[in-house]
């Protein structure tokens, strides 16, 4: 014959109150991290010329490639000077063919530093806006 064991009631162990308030948390930063906190939004993929690049003579335009496709009216780029001036053609679009591609023209530019800024509109409704340099030689 087996007797059987008494049962007792099972102790609580408290949990400091800090990990019921962090568990939401890392919940959404988990989330975050296996969706990729960019999507949604034209990050911009690569340019010509490069950011931060050193060109021997003027290019004839800019050409901003986003990793998604961009709302036309309300995209732009422009180029200016190391005075703030605007030295692009004043043409700044998105292609037709390529809705990830911004670009503008440019007229021959002398050596200098250039600086193009951009603000963008994806088609999904979020902006971004961002900045780099480039040299002539």
């Not at 605007?86 to 023209?105: F, I, K, W």
């Amino acid at each position: 014959m087996v007797c059987p064991l008494p049962e007792y009631p099972r102790a609580r162990v408290p949990r400091p109150r800090f990990v019921k308030s962090i568990a939401p948390l890392v919940l959404v930063l988990a989330v975050c991290a296996l969706t990729g906190t960019a999507a949604g939004h034209a990050m911009l993929q690569r340019t010509e010329p490069r950011v931060e690049s050193r060109v021997k003579r003027s290019p004839d335009e800019v050409k901003l490639y986003f990793t998604e496709p961009l709302e036309p009216a309300y995209s732009s780029v422009r180029v200016v000077n190391d005075r703030g001036g605007q030295v692009d053609r004043g043409d700044s679009r998105v292609d037709r063919s390529n809705p990830v591609l911004l670009r503008v023209t440019l007229p021959a530019l002398p050596p200098g530093t250039y600086r193009v800024r951009w603000r963008v509109l994806s088609i999904d409704a979020d902006v971004t806006e961002g900045g780099f340099a480039f040299r002539v030689e």
